[in-house]
Every structure is written in structure tokens, then in C-alpha cells.
């Protein structure tokens, strides 16, 4: 797990999210995804590679991957740094925003 991995499973932790409890982990996935689908494509991509990167982080060769990929003269790891922390800060946030330990209903099954 890599460092910008630890900073979102801890807002989870923290907003009341139970990371043994398989569905919580789920919709905070779920909810990743989609956050990380709408945001604006430059800071999306650099997120993406962020989630995506073995557990030691390293941001100078992440910021030649998206360099190749973008062209038109490339990222410095200092842009890349500062697009994955903008990607972060509003996933922690919209984590944090989000009920986690709402009670579930009872089956039918249960309540007979």
C-alpha cells in the first residue's frame, strides 16, 4: 500500500469506515472511482497513476510516465506532486463527508 493509499483508507478510519467490514470497503471504492472520474483530466490521470503505484511511491518516474503520455514538454515532479495532493485533498474530503456506519436492515429472514 502506498503512501496516497494510506491517506484515503485513513479518512475512511477516521469518518467512522470499518476496513474488516467487506462492504464498507466496497462503496469506498466505489466511491474513489467515481470522485476520481469527474475531476479535471490532468489531476485525474496523475491520481490515477498514484492509486495505481507499487507501494513506494516515486514521483519523479510517475511524472515521466504522464510526460510521455501528455507530450507537449512533460511534467515536472513538483506539477505531479501538486496534482496528486489536489486529487487527494478532495477524496479525503468527500470521504470524510460520507455516513460510513449506517446501520444496515434486517433481512426478512431476520425478522421472523
Sequence with gaps: MNSV???LFRAFVESGGD????AHVDRLIQQVNANVWVMPPKVKRALQLALHADEQLHYGDLAERLSSEEGEGGVSE???RQRVSRGVRVLESAIRSRRWMV???AS???AC
Excluded at 476496513?19 to 467487506?22: I, Q, S, V
Aim: net charge negative; charged share 40%; no cysteine.
Design 5 to 7: 493509499q494510506r491517506r
Design 19 to 22: 476496513l474488516t467490514h467487506e
Design 103 to 105: 446501520m444496515e436492515p
Design 108 to 110: 426478512e429472514a431476520e
Design 78 to 80: 513538483p506539477a505531479f
